[in-house]
């Protein structure tokens, strides 16, 4: 067996192991490790910056793309948002051991269903050293273990922060192994993971849809996955003209990088000349490239200082994470379903309108892990939902959709009380 073998082949036992006891650690341990997690992403922001400065900078060297760059960043700003959202899980309720369900038969069994850890939960993901933070710390609080599989981008990133989230847990209780970092960057290690079915439960892969394609197509054990965020907003004939270019803007600006970020703006045809040129010179205003149709071309065009360009066939169902958006006039909400049916990627989609039953249609109508009225979708976040933080974002509907927290992370087993009931 060669040493990378060895590593995963290694890590994966202890961790194993270690999910035994996890099973039925106490919530006052899981709690007291995320709370001394939080305090070390304060105190030790300065060796994590350094770190995180070694990455950044071979990134920037390699020509990464800017999205990608924002995504491998850290600042204290960032360090701070993790801590909060490492003591938000702390705060919320253990999901183990919470009773789903009771019945008693006929017969005098009484069945319950009792929400159990899943296991060992295998992270494979590229670009966002938070994401080391967030996976560990709900896998701990829902009573799993992990395997941490970084990107090569960011191992310096990824390594400080297992290192402190591996050393604050185990002074807190936590078993040895519960969190671990394969070191390794050889890209075999990926391939060997997805075949060890035999100790990691689930497979969740973060990154671009190469990675998430390979996970899926390879992995013997169950895998949850989002895929690419293509994100519309349809801005109703009935929209209050204000709230919706607010929303617009807001989805489309406010972080650019990310999956939930708005990538395609449709308009009512009865609303377009009055909302279009609002839109527009607020997007202006932040250099914001549009690609329009010819019809919202056609009105646009009549404004200097934006940023226009025609839009060709392949703009529809592009996630563009960048200041970019795409712009088409529709003639109804019939052809606006049939647009995101056509090229929505299942991640979330918003409705601006202040019409009950077309906002009721849309909800029922579009088939989408999150579906907005009146709203941004930027709001699509595990930390914004109320969950901590998040695994990731699912685009599946197996077993799990939308933002991953805690009880998605979870399952159940049947347990029987009898009183000496014999099966006839």
Same mark, same amino acid.
Not at 170 to 198: C, H, W, Y
């Given at each position: ?8 082949? @290694? ?5 194993? #192991?270690? !999910? ?19 305090? %070390?992403?304060?105190? +030790? ?23 990608? =760059?924002?995504?491998? =960043? ?11 959202? *490492? ?6 309720? #253990? ?16 069945? &319950? ?20 933070? $967030? ?10 273990t992990v395997i941490l599989r970084g990107g090569k981008e960011s191992i310096h990133s990824n390594r400080a922060l297992a290192n402190l989230v591996c050393? !604050? ?22 391939? &060997? ?7 990691? $439960? =689930? ?5 671009g849809a190469g990675l998430i394609k390979f996970v899926k197509e390879n992995a013997v054990m169950p895998v949850v996955a989002g895929g690419i965020g ?22 489309? *600006? &406010? ?7 708005? $990538?395609? =703006?449709?308009?009512?045809? $009865? ?25 919202? @071309? ?14 060709? #066939?392949? #703009? ?9 958006? !795409? ?5 109804? @909400? ?15 989609? !918003? ?38 933080? %998040?695994?990731?974002?699912?685009? +599946? ?23 000496? +009931?014999?099966?006839?």
């Open positions: 067996m060669n040493a990378v073998n060895n590593e995963l082949q @290694l890590k994966a036992e202890i961790a194993k #192991d270690a !999910a035994r006891f996890m099973a039925y650690l106490s919530s006052e341990i899981k709690n007291r490790a995320l709370e001394n997690i939080a305090v %070390e992403l304060l105190n +030790q922001s300065s060796n994590l910056l350094v770190a995180n400065k070694l990455d950044y900078s071979a990134a920037e060297e390699s020509g990464m793309n800017t999205a990608l =760059l924002d995504r491998l =960043l850290l600042t204290e700003e960032r360090l701070k948002s993790m801590a909060r959202d *490492v003591k938000a899980v702390a705060s919320l309720p #253990d999901p183990i051991g919470e009773i789903i369900e009771t019945r008693t038969l006929s017969n005098g069994l009484v069945i &319950q269903k009792k929400r159990v850890p899943l296991g060992v939960i295998g992270a494979i993901y590229e670009s966002r050293p938070n994401v080391t933070v $967030d996976i560990s710390t709900l896998c701990l609080k829902a009573g799993n050393e !604050a847990a185990v002074k807190s209780g936590i078993p040895d192994g519960a969190v671990t970092f394969i070191e390794t960057l050889d890209r075999s290690i990926v391939n &060997q993971m997805l075949k060890m079915g035999s100790h990691i $439960d =689930l497979i969740v892969p973060r990154g293509v994100c519309h907003t349809y801005v109703d004939k009935d929209a209050n003209l204000d709230k919706a270019v607010a929303i617009a803007f807001n989805a489309k *600006v &406010q972080r650019p990088t990310v999956c939930n970020a708005l $990538d395609s =703006l449709l308009v009512h045809k $009865d609303i377009a000349d009055a909302y279009l040129p609002k839109i527009a010179t607020e997007f202006a205003r932040v250099g914001v490239e549009i690609h329009c149709d010819a019809i919202s @071309l056609s009105i646009l065009n009549q404004l200097s200082g934006l940023k226009l360009v025609p839009a060709e #066939d392949d #703009d529809w169902g592009k996630e563009f994470l960048s200041l970019v958006i !795409a712009i088409k006039v529709v003639a109804s @909400l019939n052809e606006t379903l049939e647009h995101i049916s056509r090229y929505g990627s299942g991640h979330s989609e !918003a409705i601006v309108t202040e019409d009950s039953d077309t906002a009721k249609r849309f909800l029922e109508e579009v088939d989408a892990a999150c579906v907005y009225v009146n709203a941004s979708t930027r709001f699509t976040d595990g930390s914004q939902f109320g969950l901590g933080a %998040e695994l990731g974002i699912s685009t +599946q509907k197996m077993h799990a959709r939308g933002p991953i927290g805690l009880k998605e992370i979870t399952s159940y087993k049947w347990i029987i009380f009898g009183n000496g +009931q014999i099966r006839p």
